[in-house]
């Protein structure tokens, strides 16, 4: 697992990124958090038996077998994958079967079959009950994914699938330094506010803490809140929040530190001076009945301008496209700088990816599979996807032609400007569920008004010291 | 002496606590119903408002969202079949074991009854594999066999107390004229025990009604086979993913209607029978 | 002969029910009582023998006796205030109507309310846990904090309150299982006979004489029983803590009950052994409240 959201329910499928729009000429931006050399040995046990020299066939699949494809219907549903992928892999092996199931419920349904051995061949493993990656390939049960990136790309055979996608999604779809898991969309992640609201009061963004609360001052003035988070159904936005100002104080080390479970790495220097200014912003420019909220309702109070700015990523706007008023507009802002040297500059932003599919490895089909996913990477199965979810792929230029919304396109500015200053996305969350569980609910102890800063520090630090004791959970490390 | 206590005030009285906690129940079922007809931003806005407009549409997206229709079909053939298997199975073991001795009478009793007490859900992994094994995977049978064998302990467990109370001497009697145990048990036992059946009828009607884990987990696959519980669950799932609010409390709506028309019609029957059942 | 046809009796009525049972209840159970003794994370084809480790980590864990805490909490709680306010309703509405004349009467309307009283516990859990979710809202948005709003109240955090939390949860379990009660103990109570009333209305007693010499005693069993159930159900409310409460069993595990933190553990954190051994526990504590209870108040028609 990946990425960072497969947590969490609603919010991990949906991610949408923003990648596509930025893809064309914005790959090099992305390519800034993923390590150089993503070179991954293609594996003995690639799939590719025979012909792996087709750039037609580049697996060798068999035209006649058919194929079972598991989609997590979340806020994308499932018609990208019955319409578009599904569509052209019949169309590419004319007469296939293709057996199309679309669940919620991923896990219950699933588990049991990988058990039995009767997996299906392409999972979509997203969602509140996304399977455990990392425990379904210790069993053998997730294909290798070098022999697909090295493929020839569908549309370009002169090109390798991974000089079509952005970088990070490779990185972040590794596991223990194997290509495991396809990470699909994009999104951006910072404070979401109202560009008319600001416009008409004529308020600038605030680049530094002091403004930021100088600014919440004024807002206070009016009776606005200058920032909110769920405390349901949505409490990590806050953590995911606390831990990129923490990489924006101290670099993105200080999140790679956290996902190793180094010693005290919840004590670093830059998490703590992260988690005491939102602390302060919250107590002082919040309001605790947010803690009771869940995202959509305070979503809808961010569209009333009730508070200023909210912490998420880009699928906020297609997520709220129905309630949005006209005098409302998203827009996207940076972090703020908290300390007179924080190693990124202001400006730094967050990308991310998420939507996890793999091949299984011991299908009835695995070459199937694999042939599926370089459908899914071509220049037209990232496209139909774009179509019908109005979100953005890891395919370079899949959103080629089309508007972007003013929030999509306030990312896209944002992150022209930010250049090489990528805030990383934390792998913990996928890693040791549990910890990031513990930490959100710890963390809303914190804001609650019933914990010390240091208090809580020190309980997430002891959390993770105790994962890292516990031999029966499976470690993951990262390099970058 | 005083003869009479002052029945006025008294009555008042318990007209205003009566009152009070009919309305603690009406005043949210009729909030829901309100809330079916709201927009998102007057769900999340002041609760004491009324909608805007008939948005009858919330409605339409919900039963085409939910397929409510088709689910509460499933549903109710899958409940009829596995209430009816319940009864008949459940009454059979529980009259046994509660009126003859026999060697390990008590001990299947107790394995009937200790089912009551471990939670389902750590058995839904093996399930899958015994369902799997007899192939009624994504079946109405699969799920009507499982929804009695899980319905056994209580059923069970309430009408072994159940026939014990029945009086002896009439079993004697229907003996003496030469019934076989069957027909005892049938054309005498059965009739007598009519206030405990129905009882635990309703009990079980319920229950498999409210069913979610077991079909989440033995027809998910074949999404025409759904019953309504797994309806509602995705389309409260959904509602979290679109932000469609309206829609999901249009849906529970169309899950509470007709139950609770259902129960007005029956609600004399389901009253006596419950009481009956009780005082035995 | 006599004997054989018994037995053959015996035999073809327990064949169905108790293979049904075995095959698709015991057997999966047995299975997961073994896991238990493993760590099997749930994708494992052969899981690891650990012998009793989940069992002692269980005795250090936190969360778990959390858990317990609030199971504790639900089961003195709940029943007490169910099984009080059912029969206050149920007296009100069969005997409240006053004595004029003869007989006893209801009240007013009796049916009326019976019917209404009864009316969450057709409504599925997850429904209801929905429902007062929004009855439940920290904001104006909420029924509850809306009308204390208006009357110029501050908002109270009924789910979001780690102190309010579990007494709000308690209320809900309570006003879904009143009117099953008040439905029971109304047909225990006009089975009373009337005499009984009347006899002690000419001696002069007063409807609380009444109601707390003749009416309780005479309700004893069918009390005892309802004890029972709702304790068993103090030992689930798996989907209502799950539906209603903050990210559930929040705030700060203020609501959370075991089977929740069975189903995070197995299927959240893929620790499925040591989530069996929890179920396991669970099972023995269910099964000894049912027996004790039992045994101390000695119903002789339900008997373990």
């Given amino acids: 697992m990946s990425h960072p959201g497969e947590i969490t329910r609603r919010q991990l499928l949906r991610r949408i990124g923003l990648t596509a729009f930025v893809a064309g000429p914005g790959v090099g931006l992305l390519s800034a958090c993923a390590t150089g050399g993503t070179t991954a040995a293609p594996s003995a046990s690639a799939p590719a038996s025979s012909a792996g020299t087709d750039p037609k066939n580049p697996f060798g699949v068999d035209a006649k077998k058919g194929l079972e494809v598991v989609i997590f219907t979340g806020g994308f549903k499932d018609d990208y994958a019955k319409l578009v992928h599904e569509a052209m892999y019949t169309k590419s092996f004319a007469g296939v079967s293709i057996k199309h199931t679309g669940t919620q419920n991923v896990g219950t349904m699933l588990r049991p079959r990988f058990l039995a051995g009767d997996a299906p061949d392409v999972v979509n493993n997203s969602g509140p009950e996304a399977m455990d990656v990392a425990a379904l390939a210790a069993e053998g049960h997730v294909a290798d994914l070098g022999p697909l990136w090295d493929a020839p790309a569908l549309d370009d055979p002169g090109k390798k699938v991974r000089d079509t996608v952005t970088p990070a999604a490779i990185e972040e779809g590794k596991l223990n330094g194997k290509d495991m898991t396809l990470n699909y969309v994009v999104s951006h ?23 930021f609360k100088a600014l919440g001052d004024k807002a206070k003035a009016k009776g606005i809140h200058l920032f909110a988070y769920p405390g349901q159904k949505g409490p990590y936005y806050m953590l995911w929040n606390m831990l990129y100002q923490a990489a924006k104080i101290g670099g993105n080390q200080a999140i790679i530190d956290i996902d190793n479970l180094v010693d005290n790495a919840w004590k670093s220097e830059a998490f703590k001076a992260s988690v005491t200014a939102w602390h302060e912003i919250f107590t002082k420019y919040s309001d605790k009945s947010y803690l009771g909220l869940d995202h959509t309702q305070t979503q809808i109070k961010h569209l009333q301008d009730k508070f200023l700015f909210y912490p998420t990523g880009s699928w906020l706007e297609g997520e709220m496209a129905k309630d949005k008023p006209d005098t409302f507009e998203y827009a996207l802002a940076p972090f703020p700088t908290v300390t007179a040297n924080d190693t990124m500059p202001y400006g730094a932003i967050q990308v991310g990816t998420g939507e996890v599919f793999f091949a299984t490895a011991k299908g009835k089909n695995p070459q199937g599979a694999l042939e599926y996913l370089r459908i899914m990477l071509s220049k037209e199965g990232a496209k139909g996807f774009v179509e019908q979810t109005k979100s953005l792929t890891i395919v370079n230029g899949s959103a080629e032609g089309v508007d972007l919304p003013p929030g999509l396109a306030s990312a896209n500015k944002v992150q022209t400007a930010a250049g090489q200053s990528l805030i990383t996305s934390a792998r913990f969350e996928g890693w040791y569920k549990e910890l990031f569980d513990y930490a959100w609910a710890q963390q809303n102890i914190l804001m609650g008004g019933r914990m010390t800063v240091d208090e809580f520090l020190d309980k997430v630090q002891k959390k993770a010291d105790d994962i890292k004791a516990d031999s029966s959970i499976a470690k993951q490390t990262r390099n970058a | 002496m005083r003869n009479k206590p002052k029945p006025s005030a008294l009555s008042g009285l318990s007209h205003v606590a009566l009152a009070v906690w009919a309305l603690l129940i009406i005043l949210p079922l009729l909030w829901t119903f309100l809330a079916a007809f709201k927009d998102n931003t007057e769900i ?13 549409d919330n409605w339409a997206r919900a039963w085409e969202k939910a397929h409510v229709g088709q689910y509460m079909i499933n549903t109710v053939i899958v409940v009829f079949f596995s209430t009816l298997g319940t009864m008949l199975f459940g009454s059979m073991a529980a009259y046994v074991l509660a009126r003859y001795k026999f060697v390990g009478s008590k001990l299947i009793y107790l394995l009937f009854v200790s089912g009551m007490a471990f939670p389902v859900f750590l058995a839904i992994t093996p399930l899958f594999f015994v369902v799997k094994q007899v192939g009624l995977l994504n079946s109405y049978l699969g799920l009507i066999i499982v929804y009695i064998a899980y319905s056994l302990p209580f059923t069970v467990f309430f009408l072994a107390a159940f026939f014990r109370t029945l009086p002896e001497a009439v079993a004697e009697a229907a003996k003496i004229d030469g019934a076989s145990h069957t027909r005892t048990f049938f054309q005498v036992m059965l009739p007598m025990a009519k206030p405990g059946l129905i009882s635990i009828t309703i009990f079980n009607v319920l229950g498999q009604w409210n069913q979610y884990l077991l079909p989440l987990a033995l027809v998910p696959a074949d999404r025409s086979k759904w019953v309504i519980t797994q309806g509602i669950a995705d389309i409260s799932t959904i509602a979290g993913y679109e932000a469609d609010w309206p829609a999901l409390f249009a849906a529970m709506n169309l899950a509470i209607i007709p139950v609770l028309i259902v129960y007005i019609i029956f609600q004399r029957q389901i009253q006596s029978g419950l009481g009956a059942g009780a005082l035995k | 002969m006599e004997r054989l046809r018994k037995y053959g009796f015996v035999l073809g009525f327990l064949a169905v029910p108790v293979t049904l ?5 015991i057997s999966p159970y047995i299975q997961a009582f073994q896991l238990s003794l493993t760590s099997w994370n749930g994708y494992q084809a052969n899981p690891a023998f650990v012998g009793f480790e989940n069992f002692t980590r269980l005795f250090n864990d936190e969360v778990f006796w959390n858990a317990l805490r609030t199971h504790g909490i639900v089961l003195l709680v709940m029943p007490l205030v169910v099984l009080a306010l059912a029969l206050v309703f149920a007296f009100l509405l069969n005997l409240g109507g006053g004595s004029r004349g003869a007989g006893m009467r209801g009240v007013w309307g009796s049916t009326f309310y019976k019917v209404v009283f009864f009316a969450p516990q057709v409504l599925a859990v997850a429904i209801v846990g929905v429902l007062w979710k929004a009855i439940y809202r920290p904001d104006e948005s909420g029924v509850i904090n809306g009308a204390v709003m208006k009357l110029g109240g501050e908002p109270i955090g009924w789910m979001s309150d780690p102190n309010l939390a579990l007494w709000s949860l308690i209320a809900v379990m ?9 439905v029971l103990f109304s047909a225990g109570m006009s089975a009373i006979p009337k005499d009984y009333f009347e006899a002690a209305a000419l001696d002069g007693a007063g409807r609380f004489t009444l109601f ?9 069993d069918t009390i005892q029983v309802g004890w029972v159930y709702l304790g068993i159900a103090a030992f689930d409310c798996f989907a209502l803590v799950q539906v209603l409460t903050l990210d559930a069993g929040g705030p700060d595990g203020a609501t959370t009950v075991l089977p929740v933190e069975i189903f995070k553990t197995a299927f959240s954190y893929s620790k499925v ?10 099972f023995f504590l269910t099964i000894t409240f049912a027996v004790l209870t039992l045994r101390v108040t000695r119903r002789e028609k339900i008997e373990m």
Avoid: H
Avoid at chain 1, 189 to 211: A, C, H, I, M, V
Avoid at chain 3, 21 to 25: D, K, L, N, R
Avoid at chain 3, 273 to 282: H, P
């Fill in chain 3, 273 to 282: 052994g040591y989530a069996s051994a929890m179920g396991v526990a669970l």
């Fill in chain 3, 212 to 220: 707390f010499r003749i009416t309780l005693p005479l309700l004893r």
């Fill in chain 3, 21 to 25: 049972y075995v095959v698709f209840v």
């Fill in chain 1, 189 to 211: 992640r910072g404070l979401w506010y109202n560009s008319k609201l600001f416009e008409k009061e004529g308020w600038t963004l605030p680049q530094t803490l002091d403004e």
């Fill in chain 2, 44 to 56: 999340f806005g002041d609760a004491l408002q009324f909608p805007g407009a008939a948005r009858w």
């Fill in chain 3, 174 to 182: 309570v006003w879904q299982a009143v009117g099953f009660y008040v």
